[in-house]
Nanobody, 117 residues
């Protein structure tokens, strides 16, 4: 099993920045890709960004140029730097992990990000 624990969420004004962190532990040999998804109230969970162990990244169009995903393979951590935040970025952000960027199977419990206008 794999455990993913997110941190770094909170309340920020529009235009501000936040950095999310995710610590992975457990059977890490089963993880190649890690990423972030989000779910806003009344909406489905959606992709934010993913990164493979080799550093290949994928971003949702809505966050390109504003968010940056990074990974520390030695510490088994993944990060999401969020800049120029907008109220529509308000959501619960979930850390994820799996064998590929398109095959996430492990999920954290989520951290709430609230962007005020």
């Amino acid at each position: 099993q794999v455990q993913l624990v997110e941190s770094g969420g909170g309340l920020v004004q529009a235009g501000g920045s936040l950095r999310l962190s995710c610590a992975a532990s457990g059977r890490l040999s089963s993880i190649n890709a890690m990423g972030w998804y989000r779910q806003a109230p009344g909406k489905e969970r959606e992709l934010v960004a993913t990164i493979t162990s080799g550093g290949s990244t994928r971003y949702a169009d809505s966050v390109k140029g504003r968010f940056t995903i990074s990974r520390d393979n030695a510490k088994n951590n993944v990060y999401l730097q969020m800049n120029s935040l907008k109220p529509e970025d308000t959501a619960v952000y979930y850390c994820s992990g799996g064998p590929s960027s398109y095959g996430m199977v492990y999920w954290g419990k989520g951290t709430l990000v609230t962007v005020s206008s």
